[in-house]
């Protein structure tokens, strides 16, 4: 390869970065605010069916599943972190040919810790709606039993 390959390449492979790590970024940001914004909604749900004197069963649960999430999105946006500071350690070991074994079993070992956390604040969101749902419909089953009577 010529030495005007080689800049092209690396300001590809630049491009290509910073590119990953805005996507990944914007990701993390949707998680937390998903989850954040669930657990927001259902804290105002809960206020509003205590007025009433009446808290739907399981509520708590949905409200612990969004809470983890958001720890879980900032987890992840610090695993990500981590996943980037390992990408240069093994860049470092690359060029001087010192710790390269070891920095090929960090960068794939942060970067899946990374997506599994992110992965796990989206099922946390998914559980975390699924716990809603089904207090409501908890909630709304003695209604539709007592207007049928």
């Not at 657990?39 to 969004?66: E, H, N, R």
Request: avoid cysteine; glycine fraction near 6%.
């Amino acid at each position: 390869m010529t030495e005007e390959e080689i800049k092209f390449r690396r300001a590809e492979f630049q491009a290509f970065s910073d590119k990953a790590v805005e996507a990944s970024s914007s990701a993390i940001k949707g998680a937390l605010i998903m989850n954040g914004g669930a657990a927001v909604a259902v804290l105002g749900f809960v206020s509003a069916q205590l007025s009433k004197g009446a808290l739907p069963l399981g509520i708590s649960d949905a409200l612990m599943f969004f809470a983890w999430g958001v720890v879980l999105a900032v987890g992840s946006s610090a695993m990500a972190y981590l996943t980037h500071l390992a990408t240069m350690f093994q860049i470092d070991a690359m060029l001087s040919r010192r710790w390269e074994k070891l920095s090929n079993w960090i960068k794939p070992i942060t970067h899946f810790i990374s997506i599994g956390v992110f992965l796990l604040s989206i099922a946390a969101f998914v559980a975390g709606s699924l716990s809603v749902k089904s207090s409501i419909d908890a909630e709304s089953q003695p209604n539709q039993e007592d207007q049928s009577n």
